[in-house]
């Protein structure tokens, strides 16, 4: 089973860029598709963007379009997003999920079978 640790957070000011990282451990990456998410006390866990095992088919949230990307290294065993032009709203703390390629859907969190401890990401106005 696959083990995930993420980095990278920390307070920022609105427009500034940050990005977050997560090394898997005790499995392949390459056999999985890799999320992150975004939750806020008191609202429900948020999609922001997935990566298939390739690379090849990447998904994004609308709030975050155009803003972050998201990226994967399999020989590295890592996944990474690049948060830019970043907004009070996207104060949350942020999580890395993988999950088997055929199973579920991207943007639900239940098809995620494993799961980081998250990491803060605060932006100020």
């Known amino acids: 089973q696959v083990q995930l640790v993420e980095s990278g957070g920390g307070l920022v000011q609105a427009g500034d860029s940050l990005g977050l990282s997560c090394e898997a451990s005790g499995g392949t990456l390459r056999l999985y598709s890799m999320a992150w998410f975004r939750h806020v006390p008191g609202k429900e866990r948020e999609f922001v963007a997935s990566?298939?095992?390739?690379?090849?088919?990447?998904y994004y949230a609308d709030s975050v379009k155009g803003r972050f990307t998201i990226s994967r290294d399999n020989a590295k065993n890592g996944v990474f997003l690049q948060m830019n032009s970043l907004k009070p709203e996207d104060t949350a703390v942020y999580y890395c999920?993988?999950?088997?390629?055929?199973?579920?859907?991207?943007?639900?969190?239940?098809?995620?079978?494993?799961w980081g401890q998250g990491t803060q990401v605060s932006v100020s106005s």
């Open positions: 990566i298939s095992p390739s690379s090849g088919t990447i």
């Open positions: 999920a993988a999950r088997t390629s055929y199973s579920g859907t991207y943007y639900a969190s239940v098809s995620y079978g494993f």
